[in-house]
C-alpha cells in the first residue's frame, strides 16, 4: 500500500508553499512536490514582493528572509521613443519597518528559504519530481502521478499551485486552453552593479529600493510594461507583451528587451552593468474572465495557476500567497468535517472572490482587452502626452494660451467625438 | 571602458550563455507534423517569439533546440496550429534559474 498524505501541493512557489506551510503548521501531513533542482529553480517574476500577504503567515519574515530592498519609491514613466512623462511617490513611511510595503525579491533565493521554512514545519518536500496528472477515481481527485518509478501518491486533497501553463487543472477539464491574448511573454535580466553606484543613481539610501514601470514605446506602443527594479548589488530589467502582441508584430522579445535598455532614459542608469541571468517566463493577464473553476472534489486551484494576477498593479505574488493561505484553511475546515468533497471545500472559492482577490480582479476584468483591442492608448496617447509636455514647457515665444489651444487641437485630431469616446472608454475600464 | 560590454546589442546567443541548463537527451518538445510548417505556416511565429531562439527554420523544416529552452510555454500557446506537443522536462532537468 503506497504512503498517503492528508495534503499533496504541486509546485513550490508562494502559492504552494504558503498552502503547505499553512497545512503542515496546523499538524497535517503535507508532501509538496517540485519540477525543479530546488523551489525557485524554475520559477520568475520581475521582482515585487508585498509584504502583507507573507506577514500574515510568518510575521516578521524579512528580518530573516533574503530580500534585496525594501521599496520606498514607486515610478512610472510613459515613454516616448527620446523622452517620457514622469509620474511617482516616494515616501520614508515606506522605509520604516511596521510600513514597509514591498520587497524587491529574487526568487531563487526566496523561494528555496520560503521552502525551507515550510520544511520546518513538518511539511516533506521532494524536488526534481514533474506531476504528470492528478489520479482520479470516482470523480474525485485521489492523488497525482509522478514520473519517479512507482510514482503514484495518495492524499485526502491536491492543491494545484503548478504555475501559469495549470496543465494539470486543463487536464480535469477547469479550464480551456490558454489564448495568446491572456498572457504576457516576459523577458528579463539581471544585471549586476554596486550598491553604491545603485544608490547613486537612483537617489537611494543605503537599503532601500525603487522600482520603475514603464509603459508606452518601452514595448513599441504594443500593450504590456517594461520595468527596472533594484536589488542589493544588481538590478532587474525586463519587458513583457502579450503573446498574442509579438505573434502579430513579428518582434522578438529578446530585441525588444534591448530596446529598453539602450532607450535614452534607460541607458544611464545600467550604464556598466554586467549581465549575470537571463530569464524568460509567462505571466497570466487573463484577469478575472480567465479563472478557471477553483475547486473539485479532493482538488483546489491556487496562484498562477488560477490566474491569480493584477497586470494593471503587477500584484501576483501576494495573490499567490494569500489564494495558498485560503486553500489551507478551507484544508482544514474539510479535515474537521473529515469530507473533501467541492461541496465543502468551495469556501475556498468563496473566499477568493470575496478578497481583495476577486474584487480587484472584476475591478479591471475588461482592461487588458480594452487596451489590446484599443492601442490608441498606448500608441498615440502617450506620445501625445510627451509632445504636449514639450511644448508647454519649451520656452519660445508663445503665449501659454496659445500653447493650451495648440495641444487641445492635437488632441482633438483624432476627431473630438472618438477623442471623448476614448477618455470615457478609459475611465470606464479603470473606475 | 565602463559600459562598453552592455552597451553593444547583446544577441540572443550571448544572453543564452547566461543560463544555466540541464539538458535530457530527449527533447521534451515535439512538433507534430512539420509539413503544416512547412505548407501552413508562412509566418512560422515559433521562430520568432520563443525567448531562447528554440525553434529555427532550416532547409525544410523546423529545427527544435530544445536544450536552450526555459519552459515558459509560449509555443504551446502561440504556435497557430497546435503543432507543438509541449511537456515538461523530466523532473531536475531543464533551465535552472539561479538568481531571479
Redesign the interface.
Known amino acids: 500500500m503506497p504512503e498517503k498524505f492528508d495534503v499533496i501541493v504541486v509546485g513550490a512557489g508562494p502559492a504552494g508553499t504558503s498552502c503547505a506551510y499553512l497545512c503542515a503548521k496546523n499538524g497535517l501531513k503535507v508532501l509538496q512536490i517540485e519540477r525543479g533542482e530546488y523551489p525557485g529553480a524554475k520559477n520568475v517574476m520581475g521582482g515585487v514582493l508585498y509584504k502583507q500577504q507573507l506577514e500574515e503567515i510568518i510575521p516578521e519574515f524579512w528580518k530573516e528572509a533574503p530580500i534585496e530592498r525594501p521599496v520606498v519609491e514607486q515610478r512610472m514613466w510613459l515613454l516616448d521613443e527620446e523622452s517620457a512623462i514622469t509620474l511617482g511617490y516616494k515616501g520614508q513611511a515606506w522605509a520604516n519597518e511596521e510600513n514597509y510595503n514591498n520587497f524587491t525579491i529574487l526568487r531563487a533565493k526566496f523561494d528555496q528559504w520560503f521552502a525551507k521554512k515550510a520544511q520546518e514545519q513538518g511539511v516533506t518536500l521532494i524536488n526534481e519530481t514533474v506531476v504528470d496528472a492528478c489520479l482520479v477515481k470516482n470523480g474525485k481527485v485521489v492523488g497525482v502521478r509522478t514520473d519517479r518509478p512507482d510514482g503514484d501518491v495518495y492524499a485526502d486533497v491536491v492543491v494545484l499551485a503548478d504555475g501559469v501553463n495549470s496543465l494539470l487543472a486543463k487536464q480535469l477539464g477547469f479550464h480551456e486552453e490558454i489564448e495568446p491574448a491572456q498572457v504576457a511573454l516576459t523577458v528579463m535580466e539581471v544585471l549586476n552593479l554596486s550598491a553604491e553606484t545603485i544608490n547613486e543613481r537612483f537617489n537611494l539610501e543605503d537599503g532601500q529600493g525603487c522600482t520603475i514601470e514603464m509603459f508606452g514605446d518601452a514595448t513599441k506602443g504594443h500593450l504590456g510594461t517594461a520595468f527596472l527594479y533594484t536589488n542589493k548589488e544588481s538590478l532587474n530589467i525586463g519587458v513583457g507583451t502579450t503573446l498574442s502582441s509579438l505573434v502579430n508584430s513579428k518582434m522578438k522579445p529578446y530585441d525588444l528587451l534591448e530596446y529598453v535598455k539602450h532607450h535614452p532614459m534607460v541607458k544611464p542608469l545600467i550604464k556598466g552593468a554586467e549581465e549575470a541571468e537571463y530569464l524568460a517566463h509567462l505571466i497570466p493577464e487573463g484577469g478575472y474572465h480567465a479563472i478557471p473553476k477553483l475547486v473539485g472534489d479532493g482538488v483546489i486551484v491556487a496562484g498562477d495557476a488560477a490566474q491569480l494576477v493584477n497586470g494593471i498593479h503587477r500584484e501576483g505574488s501576494n495573490m499567490a500567497m494569500k489564494s495558498g493561505s485560503f486553500a489551507a484553511e478551507a484544508i482544514l475546515l474539510a479535515k474537521q468535517t473529515g469530507k473533501y468533497t467541492e461541496e465543502v471545500l468551495d469556501i475556498y472559492r468563496e473566499k477568493v472572490y470575496e478578497s481583495f482577490i476577486g474584487k480587484d480582479l472584476e475591478k479591471y476584468k475588461d482592461a487588458t482587452e480594452t487596451l489590446e483591442n484599443h492601442p490608441q492608448y498606448l500608441k498615440e496617447y502617450i506620445p501625445m502626452l510627451n509632445r504636449a509636455a514639450r511644448i508647454f514647457f519649451t520656452v519660445d515665444g508663445i503665449s501659454k494660451q496659445e500653447k493650451q489651444k495648440g495641444i487641445f487641437n492635437m488632441f482633438m485630431e483624432r476627431g473630438k467625438i472618438r477623442t471623448v469616446q476614448d477618455m470615457y472608454r478609459a475611465w470606464k475600464v479603470m473606475k | 571602458m565602463?559600459?562598453d560590454?552592455?552597451?553593444a546589442?547583446?544577441t540572443?546567443e550571448?544572453?543564452?550563455y547566461?543560463?544555466r541548463f540541464?539538458a535530457d537527451k530527449e527533447s521534451h518538445l515535439k512538433i507534430l507534423d512539420q509539413t503544416i510548417c512547412l505548407e501552413k505556416c508562412p509566418?512560422k511565429?515559433c521562430t520568432?517569439?520563443c525567448?531562447?531562439?528554440v525553434y529555427k527554420f532550416e532547409g525544410d523544416r523546423i529545427q527544435v533546440g530544445y536544450e536552450g529552452c526555459?519552459?515558459?510555454?509560449?509555443c504551446?500557446?502561440?504556435c497557430?496550429h497546435d503543432n507543438i506537443e509541449w511537456k515538461?522536462?523530466?523532473?531536475?532537468y531543464?533551465?535552472?534559474?539561479?538568481?531571479?
Not at chain 2, 526555459?70 to 509560449?74: L, T
Not at chain 2, 515538461?88 to 531536475?92: A, D, E, M, R, T
Not at chain 2, 531543464?94 to 531571479?100: I, M, Q, S, Y
Open positions: 565602463e559600459g560590454e552592455i552597451m546589442k547583446a540572443i550571448e544572453k543564452q547566461l543560463v540541464r509566418d511565429p520568432y517569439f525567448p531562447g531562439e526555459h519552459e515558459c510555454g509560449s504551446r500557446i502561440g497557430p515538461y522536462p523530466k523532473g531536475g531543464g533551465v535552472v534559474f539561479r538568481l531571479a
